[in-house]
């Protein structure tokens, strides 16, 4: 399989890759602090395109699709992780679901506005009481003569607190099944939508991660995403793709812990010679580099085989597994470098490894992703 990215995908990660180190890298930290991505640099990022980079071009977007969504994040998490969420979140989970599952009326509302940063999105699956066993939610969606009255509880809501439209995923159906669930677009300021306050998180931070309620929330019939009780497996194929951006996250976290610790290698000296002149380090930075390239080019390939029409559901858990396990050895290895320098906050390696925990834990746990991958492994023998 062809790794070489396009001259225009060279391009487009050399100019995120500037903007990264110029526009993020002096403020992450404070942004960690303050649990907030401040609204200019979102409009910057639309502007530039990186919040376009894989709509189509019919609608604003760059046309690079999930191997150029790859690219952008894993650029952005080099530096800091809430800032590569809150991407992962806008262009790829609530703008994938509109533009997978949205009527062509949706698609020109929402994604070039998207695109640009005009409007900020949110995806809303999980609850107080169930995430990855998204078939028990209990938000649920009932039919009126204007429309439809949704009442619930969503948690753990990525840039809930700045968005603008929601995707909601909501029972239609009382029993429990895969064909029981619709998506629904419900916008800001719709009566009955209620958005909480932002989690104090371990990581992460530069993200808001809020509650959202809806009580008797009212919308307009055409705001159903998709096919009516088929918002589940629509939410299961833009999870596939999320997988895969979640990779790439741990791959730019994983990247800069291993950047700066040879960076710091090459600067502090023990017993006369700087710390790389030492075999047990470089022995370190070895492994890390070995890994870190493992898991870029597990992340590219599930992505181009979603970008050539072939998604490969297990190669997107085995992705996505490997690279956020791999980030959290990265960055202990790292930290180690860096001995107690590494134990501060003024090191932006702790903040790094706070930031990469969600990633074996959100869009679905690492045991989770064993599962699917064990059981596509037996079906697959078996056939």
Known sequence: ????????????????RNFAK??????????????????????????IGILGVAFPEEYGGSGQGLLGMTVVVEEIARWCGGTALFIAAHSGLCSTHIRIAGSEAQKKKWLPKLAAGEVIGSWCLSEPDCGTDAEALTTRAEKTSAGWVLNGRKFWITNGKRADVFVVTARTKPERGARTISAFLVEKGTPGLIVGEPEDKMGMRASDTVPVNFENCEIPAENLCGQLHEGYVDALRVLDRGR????SLSVGLARGCLEEAVRYAGERKSFGVPLHAHQAIQFKLADMETQVEAARILVRQAALTHDAGKPDKKLC????????????????????IFGGAGYTKDVCVE?????????????GSSEVQRMLIARAEFQRVSA
């Open 317 to 336: 858990s085995i992705a996505k597994l490997f690279a956020s396990e791999m980030a959290s050895r990265v960055g202990w290895e790292a930290i180690q």
């Open 1 to 16: 399989m062809e790794f070489r990215l396009s001259e225009e995908l060279v391009s487009f990660r050399d100019v995120t």
């Open 244 to 247: 895969v951006t979640i990779g």
């Open 351 to 363: 903040r790094l490894v706070r930031d990469n925990k969600l990633c074996e834990i959100g869009e």
């Open 22 to 47: 110029e526009k993020i890298a002096p403020f992450a930290r404070k942004w960690d602090a303050e649990k907030w991505l401040p609204d200019d640099v979102v409009r910057e990022m639309g502007r």
